[in-house]
């Protein structure tokens, strides 16, 4: 008779609390507490890390520097050089590294300085990561999270602009949260953080200082619900990061036309609420899908696809998505602007499918 072997992993014999949605309520919107969207992210890594001690912060300038970002300030003096961890500019290195951390139970917290390098960990968080679990028959989770500046942020050039959640959400496996705002970003990062499996969390530069109103409270935001922003029965425009600002923006242009939409802000992209924009879109008939990523092949190709499998015949108009120009994002200021959504391109679209 074959010997039998027992193995006690230790991420086995601690499993992180998940947390309850059943009776889930979106937090309050409405207060005088205003943080940066960058303290917003920092106070639920915190919680985490006071919570639990197997959370840890690795990355490039994380910890003497307070983060290229400063997203990690203080968090140092807090707590200390073994949990808050400087890594060599070397993304491959320190992503496997936090791989097999999460495989041996702890729950690691990766800052890209931009997603655009994580392109050099591409092995590690497409190849290892999301496949951990199904290539171990169950036996080796891994619950890890990614995040970094996604998308163009200001004059960085084509090399630290790439936005990835087109190409990164085609791998099953993980999870992608990509937040608009600091309440949001908040609860989703909180909610990351216990998640068992590879998350990854895309922040844009450019919302890192905008403020607004964050409960100083513990909270949590479900994956896959979306977040009707703005509510009107004209069209629908589906949304995800730093362009529904620019949606909201428009939508307040359209309604100075007595055009009202529904703004649908997705929050996460995998899992895709698609049952919240197909009750949109049957009480709208028309949509518009916004996307900071390149056309060909990305988010916006995939929602309107789905739209089009679950309601096509409630539409009168011809899906439309607006996404970036199909080029490598360029440096100079105005050619910059041009190339991104932004919210005259959107009342465009939108008059263009309710006219």
Known sequence: MPATIEIEHPALLKPQPFPDFSDWQEPTREGNREIPFREALREAMSFAMREDDRVFLLGEEVAEYNG??????????????????????????????????????????????????????????????????????????????????DGAGGQLGSTHSWCVEGLYSNVPGV??????????????????????????????????GDTGHVPEEDYFIPFGKARLAREGDACTIVSFGRPVNFCLEAADKLAEEGIEVDVLDMRTIRPLDIDAIIESVKKTNRVVVVDQSWPFAGVSSEVITQIIEHAFDWLDHQPVRVNTADVPTPYAKNLEAAYLPNANRIVEAVKGVVQ
């Open 68 to 149: 290229a970002y400063k997203v990690s300030q203080g968090m140092l003096d807090e707590f200390g050089p073994k949990r808050i961890i400087d890594t060599p500019i070397s993304e491959n290195g320190f992503a496997g590294m936090a791989i097999a951390a999460a495989m041996s139970g702890l729950r690691p917290i990766v800052e890209f300085m931009s997603w655009s390098f994580s392109l050099v960990a591409a092995d590690q968080i497409l190849n290892n990561a999301p496949k951990m679990l199904y290539m171990s028959g169950g036996q080796w989770g891994c619950p890890i999270v990614f995040r970094g500046n």
């Open 175 to 208: 999870k992608i949260v990509i937040p608009s705002n600091a309440i949001d970003a908040k609860g989703l990062l909180r909610t990351s953080i216990a998640d068992p499996d590879p998350v990854f969390f895309l922040e844009s530069e450019r919302m890192l």
